[in-house]
């Protein structure tokens, strides 16, 4: 009796055994699987908001200039740990959003579309305002601070940039999340937070090269070989140039996603644009002529808009104040 009830258990463990080796090679079949398809959700992703990370780059880049040299990398480093405490809060605010309340996506992206607006027609005002000052003949801004307390100008630059960077970055989870939003919960935060994290990743190391290019140049020039001090030598005159067009191209990057968020959430006006752009896509280059003039468009609603916020933020100061 003893032995049959050992057989039997053995033949029991080795049944179990069976089971689980077949489960263990299913559930790998069906984690390959999702890791396919979640690499391919992610690389979709990715080219959809290839031109919203290209505005993200251009603003960060514009954003972490200025600083004292010796502080750059610290500064980058910080607003990306910054952007990294974005995402965490982004992903599971735009999953529960979109399962809870779909409806309240658009109006907060429009939210911060016209926050993008109100700080590129702020930027432009003290630009424009300002032209003459003193501080601004062709000095850095930090150099413009040498005066006063750097670490808080430096503190208050990675404030706007982390600001930004939270904006851009919702626009991104929910565009994202609106090509995965059929997919299994699974899916969608594991698709959400490699995305999350690759841009994170690619635009502030990105933004580290730049800043730090003329000393890439400097150290170029060190070395013997002539190629290397040729390089050198681009690199340094082309930084300056790089950052001042990272600069407008900043500011240009505000309006053209701030515009494009609060165009796309009015139905009439998305409609007139669109209309605007097909009338002017025309031959063989309609495509570009198309892409150009809505583009265009947008910026001048982002102005328009960015306008009407600076103005109602300064009425509202100015009855605080009296």
Request: proline share 3%; aromatic share 4%.
């Amino acid at each position: 009796m003893a032995g049959a009830t050992l057989l039997t258990l053995l033949d029991d463990i080795a049944a179990l055994l069976d089971d689980v080796a077949l489960m263990t090679k299913v559930a790998a079949n069906k984690s390959t699987a999702m890791a396919d398809d979640v690499a391919v959700l992610s690389k979709v992703a990715a080219q959809k908001t290839a031109g919203v990370l290209g505005d993200d780059l251009a603003l960060n880049a514009e954003q972490v200039s200025g600083v004292r040299a010796e502080r750059e990398l610290p500064v980058v480093w910080a607003v990306a740990k910054g952007s990294l405490v974005n995402k965490v809060i982004l992903v599971p605010a735009a999953l529960a959003i979109s399962a809870l309340a779909s409806w309240l996506i658009t109006p907060l992206l429009m939210l911060g579309g016209a926050y993008l607006c109100f700080e590129g027609v702020e930027k432009l005002a003290h630009k424009l305002l300002h032209h003459g000052a003193p501080h601004d003949a062709g000095a850095p801004p930090a150099q413009a601070h040498a005066a006063t307390d750097l670490a808080a100008f430096e503190k208050e630059r990675v404030k706007g940039a982390i600001r930004t960077d939270f904006i851009l970055s919702a626009e991104i989870i929910v565009i994202a999340l609106g090509i995965v939003a059929l997919a299994p919960l699974s899916q969608q935060v594991a698709t959400l937070s490699v995305v999350a994290l690759a841009m994170t990743i690619g635009v502030y190391g990105l933004v580290g090269g730049i800043v730090k290019l003329d000393d890439i140049g400097f150290w170029l020039l060190r070395k013997r070989g002539a190629p290397a001090q040729a390089l050198g030598r681009a690199l340094v005159a082309a930084a300056p140039r790089l950052m001042r067009f990272l600069s407008v191209a900043g500011t240009a990057a505000m309006f053209l996603v701030g515009g494009g968020i609060l165009v796309h959430g009015v139905a009439p006006l998305h409609h007139a644009v669109e209309a605007a752009a097909a009338a002017v896509a025309q031959g063989a280059l309609g495509g570009l002529w198309r892409l150009l003039a809505t583009n265009l468009l947008n910026a001048v609603a982002g102005m328009a808009a960015g306008a009407l916020v600076l103005g109602l933020v300064s009425v509202v100061q100015k009855l605080r104040g009296a």
